[in-house]
């Protein structure tokens, strides 16, 4: 059975700042992963998803995978008070189905 | 971008009622889920719908759960007795394709407070 687990549980950046958001999974042949971003009183929305090892950047975004230490990470470069939300990682297990980890709340201070 | 609608947003009913959360997906999408989120917390996968069947439940989709989307109209969640774990915030979504490499669109949540 996946297990996926995020870290920190949660965290506050300074605006402008970088904020390093983590998730690890424990099936080995997981293929795809997401990362959902949910603003308080809304549904998550997808805001990028990874597949091949190393970066994918999109904007202030940055996706990192590395599938041999069971890893995938996000990073927001000139954090924004915007960007404070949950942020979810999801992974695609072997069966195509979407496993969410338990969020990182992000809190991005003026 | 593509929006998936949720009515009502808020619902309160006692214990041992029956509820209805509807849900309106993306117009072209054909796969639909539910999930339920307690607390801000995690998003629990309840059940995906295909082509008018459900095709994968998880052990939260009790018995007492059902769905269904009649001749095209809203696509729902029927809760049948109740009870006071279900109080939570059900999120409707929808995509294109199958396969949870397909983006998922959410709607805003029904929040749902069993008294």
């Known amino acids: 059975q996946q297990k996926v687990q995020q870290s920190p549980e949660s965290l506050i950046v300074p605006e402008g700042g970088m904020a390093s958001l983590n998730c690890t999974f424990s099936d080995r042949n997981s293929q795809y992963f997401w990362w959902y971003r949910q603003h308080s009183g809304e549904g998550p929305k997808a805001l990028m998803?990874?597949?091949s090892n190393g970066d994918k950047k999109e904007g202030r975004f940055t996706a990192h995978l590395n599938k041999a230490s069971l890893h995938v990470s996000l990073h927001i470069k000139d954090s924004q008070p915007s960007d404070s939300a949950l942020y979810f990682c999801a992974v695609v297990d072997s069966n195509y189905q979407l496993i969410w980890g338990s969020g990182t709340k992000l809190i991005i201070k003026p | 971008g593509p929006k998936v609608l949720q009515i009502p947003s808020h619902q309160i009913i006692d214990m041992g009622q029956m509820v209805t959360l509807n849900c309106d997906p993306v117009s072209n999408h054909l796969y639909f889920y539910w999930y339920k989120q307690i607390l801000g917390q995690q998003m629990e996968f309840l059940v995906n719908f295909y082509n008018g069947k459900v095709m994968e439940k998880s052990k939260l989709f009790k018995d007492q759960f059902s769905v269904e989307r009649p001749d095209g109209s809203y696509f729902t969640l029927k809760i049948q007795p109740t009870a006071l774990e279900d109080s939570a915030v059900y999120f409707c979504?929808?995509?294109?394709?199958?396969?949870?490499?397909?983006?998922?669109?959410f709607g805003a949540g029904t929040r749902l407070s069993v008294l």
């Open positions: 979504a929808s995509s294109s394709l199958a396969g949870g490499q397909n983006t998922l669109y």
């Open positions: 998803s990874i597949f």
